[in-house]
């Protein structure tokens, strides 16, 4: 991890995502709707629980991937 990059980019996302509008996904303007089910929300609740109680490293990790055109960045 680069130090100084980690902060600047974490604070720039929670900034973005601070601003998306949660609503139903047939509503204009919404860029995230429901969870399928009761218990697909439980089940986000818990995986949250379990990152944040053993310090967010934790598990197996998969880096966040953005594909373009066939090829990884």
């Not at 720039?12 to 047939?26: C, E, I, P, Q, S």
């Not at 089910?37 to 197996?60: F, P, T, W």
Request: aromatic residues 10%; hydrophobic residues 40%; contains cysteine.
């Amino acid at each position: 991890m680069q130090v100084g990059f980690y902060d600047d980019f974490a604070e720039r996302l929670a900034a973005k995502v601070r601003k998306m509008k949660v609503d139903n996904g047939f509503e204009p303007g919404a860029d995230t709707g429901p969870l399928i089910s009761q218990k697909a929300l439980a089940r986000v609740q818990e995986h949250i629980s379990d990152a944040v109680a053993k310090g967010r490293e934790c598990g197996l990790f998969f880096e966040p991937t953005v594909l373009m055109g066939g090829r990884w960045r």
